[in-house]
């Protein structure tokens, strides 16, 4: 299933994880919004991981690399 909403989700998860870290500073709700994000991958989902072009995976991986950075902060942050 590739539909356009599924962009739509991807990205308004990102951008509530970005508000939820950069402006409420609750980094794990930021946690919770960017990994739900990556439930909705924005590419088309039928074409295998290593079939991808790189950018796909790199941005995939990249966002990755934010939901666990958020993980720390938050696990660091928790009081």
Do not use: E
């Not at 409420?24 to 924005?42: E, S, T, V």
């Not at 039928?46 to 939901?67: G, K, N, Q």
């Amino acid at each position: 299933m590739n539909s356009p909403f599924n962009k739509y989700l991807y990205i308004g998860f990102i951008l509530l994880g970005s508000y939820q870290a950069f402006f409420n500073k609750d980094y794990l709700q930021a946690a919770a919004c960017f990994g739900i994000g990556l439930a909705f991958d924005p590419f088309n989902q039928m074409t295998s991981w290593y079939d991808r072009p790189t950018w796909h995976r790199v941005i995939l991986y990249v966002h990755l690399t934010i939901f666990w950075g958020m993980l720390v902060l938050g696990g660091l942050n928790d009081k």
